[in-house]
């Protein structure tokens, strides 16, 4: 089959399990789960690419990929559906050497080198499938060219105090990286890798190829290819983001990640129509507010129909809250209902779950004595909890109560 050259190919990483959100990636890889009332993680990165001109994208996909297939389907939400390049869902394959996982983050690439060389492009760039950030990659291409970089890697200042848990980058003040440390316990530097990458294809092709058959390497790019492109004197340099960019790890930050949409100083702005956050949306009435209702700092999506009260949430759509119930500071996923009289307070609630009339979910730190047993509460996806049960803050809930 013919295919078109391409200057950039992206692909992005998507195969995460995610266990560190718990109930909510029990059944969908991390880069479906829902964001801000009607996006997924895998929105940010897609429509990243779309807005920044690059029309040919690879998504690896490994951990429970069936949501995530049917999610992105042919591309055309976001203008990927396309003759020559659009979106292409990558999983891994039997070849004649066997059966291979991605067992790595650079394995993953070097599974798809075919892929890449289809479109003959003269550089690749590399993404997360879990990040929330909007950035015009073609700026970042831009830098890449006009510094001659083998490899060209985002950066974002961090606290120092938090630099240890991310990949740290020493650069000098060309922008020139000379030192590269995975999570280290004492950072010389706070500018933290964003996992948003751009190669030179050929080299990166190369050093691939070379970890693949070392059978001592880690098979990923922080543990090999980064630290090895160094050693070899590779022109390796940092770009320097300054916008919003969260890495939705955990419960907490994805917590914090929605909370920030309802905060006016948090620079994150999804009704740039010059920046377009792209996604799949299901068609539903307006959302309906009944006479008794209260709404307040809230972002309600469609479909949703409210009689009770709602304060500093984020409610996905076709939430239904019944007359007396009230949600505080939670995010509540698509089709739940939330019955008569229940409070949610601090709470992640999965998709399509039923809250029993009177139940209580979480608690508001204030109320909470022992701080160490403060947390926010999580119910997985179509669980159901019978009236007038009490959860506890920090609570995890994958079955049925």
Request: proline share 5%.
């Amino acid at each position: 089959m013919y295919h078109v050259k391409k200057e950039c190919v992206a692909m992005i990483l998507a195969g995460g399990q995610g266990s560190r959100l718990y109930a909510l990636t029990q059944d969908m890889a991390k880069p479906a789960v829902h964001y801000g009332g009607k996006y997924r993680l895998i929105d940010f990165p897609l429509s990243n690419c779309v807005n920044s001109g690059i029309d040919t994208v690879g998504v690896l996909t490994q951990y429970q990929p069936l949501v995530l297939n049917e999610y992105i389907g042919n591309g055309h939400p976001w203008g990927l559906d396309r003759v020559h390049g659009g979106v292409h869902m990558l999983s891994p394959y039997e070849s004649q050497g066997g059966k291979n996982w991605y067992t790595g983050s650079a394995t993953a690439i070097y599974q798809n080198i075919q892929f890449v060389d289809r479109y003959n492009p003269d550089y690749i760039t590399l993404l997360a499938g879990d990040h929330i950030y909007k950035m015009d990659y073609s700026l970042m291409l831009d830098y890449h060219k006009k510094q001659k970089a083998d490899a060209t890697i985002a950066v974002i200042e961090v606290p120092w105090e938090e630099a240890s848990r991310f990949g740290i980058m020493t650069a000098n003040e060309n922008g020139v990286i000379t030192e590269f440390a995975e999570k280290p316990a004492e950072p010389k530097s706070n500018l933290a890798s964003m996992g948003v990458y751009i190669y030179s294809w050929k080299v990166l092709k190369k050093y691939l190829i070379a970890n693949e058959n070392d059978p001592a390497a880690k098979k990923d790019f922080g543990g090999n290819i980064i630290p090895d492109m160094l050693k070899d004197g590779c022109k390796m340099v940092a770009y320097n983001f300054d916008g919003y960019w969260k890495d939705v790890g955990t419960i907490d930050s994805l917590w914090e990640a929605n909370m920030d949409l309802l905060n006016p100083n948090i620079p994150l702005d999804l009704h740039d129509h010059n920046w377009r956050v792209y996604s799949r949306n299901p068609v539903m009435p307006p959302h309906y507010a009944g006479e008794n209702s209260f709404i307040e700092n809230s972002m309600v999506a469609e479909g949703c129909n409210i009689e009770g009260r709602v304060d500093f949430s984020i409610l996905f759509a076709g939430v239904k809250i019944e007359k007396g119930a009230t949600v505080r500071d939670s995010i509540i996923m698509p089709n739940t209902v939330v019955k008569s009289g229940a409070v949610i307070e601090y709470t992640v609630v999965g998709e399509d779950c039923v809250i029993g009339e009177k139940a209580h979910i979480g608690e508001r730190p204030e109320a909470i004595q022992d701080k160490d047993s403060w947390g926010v509460a999580v119910i997985g996806h179509q669980i159901e909890i019978s009236p007038e049960t009490k959860i506890k803050p920090k609570a995890m809930i994958s079955e049925n109560i």
